[in-house]
């Protein structure tokens, strides 16, 4: 009886003893339970007070979770109005096949950044910009995407606007260097019309001493239409290069900008004494461009170069420009002068606007042209050459649209 009485004493102490360890270790679970709930509220009002739009989605788009300002966003009032969802109802649909890779990278471990548009509940055409990154499980694995999202509406509005400001502001520039180059271009389409003239009135005098074959009036004639044709495509050269449009980009041949840039400057070059020389590397693959803006950058660089070898009164007078493939895929143009050099203003200050080393200079002709080129994600520098001269290089990236393109 006396083992069984200390057995029994010996087992209900076990039993007290785990009853207070269970006891323990649950008041320790309900403290982390609570202090999950307390970190979990706390997450919750923190994204709920978040000023841009945090939203959760599956991998098919599927909205799991959205808070108030992704609420505000799409113009939705409750949560259920939008959760179960389709991220894709409101996504514009040019932009829809991206925003959908977009997704598989991330699904995929990868991070990302997207700009897009969206249509809201209430047909709001809003600019989105978004910040994608996995939301990892347990186990690793990437249970959502987890994206933050903020309205760019007002900043892609400004951009449009700087843009068209642009635009305006070179289809000026091109303006006032037609005016400048009018009695050069006047002259220069002096020489055809005078030709045809007297071609004609060539044509008329055989016919009418009818001594001439047919032949000899059909090679007078044929000469009246090819100078009638190079007057034709100067005015139309001039119309397209003063025309006032949208910027429109596509494939263009580097090569053929500058020669149809050379073609424009060349009568004024003559007029000065300077000669221009071509070194285009061969078999260049297209760039993305608006062509008449290139066209209007080479032109801007060439005219300065113009001017400041027309005060030289010693030494040869001459403008080399040049075409290569650069590195990282991008198309160089290099136009290289032997004129004075810059000694008035110095090297960083010379794309800034109003700065000019002409007296009678506005100092906007380069500022446009870099702006052009850096529109076109490109970069636009000078350099002083080991001689005399200035060498001004400008380069224009190769995008994925015009690698598809070229192949």
Known sequence: MVAVVVYVLALNRR???SKHELEKEIAERRRAEERLAEKENRLRLIIESEPECVKLQTIDGKLLEMNPAGLALVDAERPEEIVGSSVYRFIAPAYRSAYEALTKRVFQGESGVMEFQIISLKGHHRWLETHAVPLLGSSGETVALLGITRDITGRKRAEEEMRRHNTELAH????TMMCEMASTLAHELNQPLSAISNYTRGCMRRIRSASSTREEILAAMELVCVQAERAGEIIRSIRAFVKKGESSRM???INAIVRDAVRFADPEARQHGVGIRLQLAEQLPPVLADAIQIEQVILNIVRNAIEAMDSMKFGKREIVIET????????EVRVTD???????????EVFDPFVSTKPTGMGMGLTISRSIIEAHGGRLWATPNPGRGLTFRFKLPMTREVHDYAA
């Open 172 to 175: 000026v520039s091109r303006l």
């Open 338 to 348: 032997t004129g004075p050099g810059m000694s008035s203003v110095k090297f960083e």
């Open 15 to 17: 039993l007290q003893q």
């Open 251 to 253: 494939p263009s041949q």
């Open 324 to 331: 290569a493939l650069g590195e990282c895929d991008a198309l």
